[in-house]
């Protein structure tokens, strides 16, 4: 039957420690939030775990703050507390410019960073920024806190280096003094998965990284270098194209992600006043 829920057990956490503690038994528990990709799974009946452990009301894991010099944001941050935020708006301002364009109002109010991290998929709007933004994911278990590299968190098509008793607690990003640029295609301005999504920071060293393209979100690093040594734009789309992997699926083709890929680099070049060669 379709979304069953008769032969699953939900766990209802009181504090963060108490989460880790359910999460390290010994029997498996899959850890749900705003629970927007979750739901349609169940919905379809391809859920197939039976064991949840419901943060949603761990309050401690919603912050939204500066600690020393990096912005902290909290895996149970919602998209809207995203772009309501001032802190993201003056820092990350591509963040809170993905946040916008994650489906309508009902989901970004549910939705979570830490969701959209952990639930892997390519397509992930916040991906890309977090990437260009060299954030760091922050993991907890009941061992202790560790923080990984956004850029080698994926290991494949929705794997991570997670552990099974470690949550994802929060994001942390580095100051960036330079501009910041953010874009998604997709078939609506929101309210639907993207066909390509791209981030960049500017200056003389910029950073992209884009989804929807590759069986992981990819730092494009060798588009990166050409951009940096002021290759013409042609050749820098030439390299793009290189590090992308595309398919065709129900949302796309590989060739029209091919395209959109490469004229959002010309279009971030522009933006952004990269300096190339004519």
Request: charged fraction near 20%; proline fraction near 5%; aromatic fraction near 6%.
């Amino acid at each position: 039957m379709l979304g069953t829920i008769s032969q699953r057990s939900l766990f209802e956490p009181r504090s963060l420690a108490d989460a880790l503690r359910i999460l390290n038994g010994e029997d498996p528990v899959v850890p749900m939030a705003g629970c927007t990709d979750l739901y349609v799974s169940l919905n379809f009946g391809t859920l197939t775990p039976a064991r949840f452990l419901n943060l949603w009301r761990l309050d401690a894991l919603r912050s939204i703050e500066r600690r020393g010099a990096a912005l902290s944001i909290g895996a149970l941050a919602t998209y809207t507390d995203i772009i309501r935020s001032p802190l993201v708006r003056r820092f990350l301002p591509m963040l809170a410019a993905a946040a916008r364009e994650i489906g309508g109002v009902q989901i970004q109010n549910r939705g979570t960073i830490g969701g959209n991290i952990a639930n892997a998929s390519p397509a992930g709007d916040t991906l890309p920024v977090l990437s260009a933004a060299d954030a760091v994911v922050v993991l907890q278990s009941t061992g202790g806190t560790r923080r990984v590299p956004f850029t080698t968190f994926y290991t494949g098509y929705r794997q991570t280096v997670m552990r099974r008793d470690e949550l994802i607690v929060a994001v942390e990003v580095p100051p960036i003094a330079r501009e910041q640029w953010f874009r998604k295609v997709g078939t609506r301005a929101a309210q639907a998965i993207s066909k390509v999504v791209m981030a960049a920071v500017g200056g003389d060293e910029p950073r992209l990284a884009i989804g929807s393209v590759a069986p992981t979100v990819i730092r494009l690093r060798r588009t990166e270098s050409a951009l940096a040594r002021r290759a013409n734009i042609g050749d820098a789309q030439q390299i793009l194209q290189q590090e992308i992997a595309p398919i065709d699926d129900l949302r796309s083709t590989a060739e029209y992600r091919r395209h959109v890929a490469a004229n959002l680099l010309r279009r971030c070049v522009i933006d952004l006043r990269l300096t190339i060669r004519a």
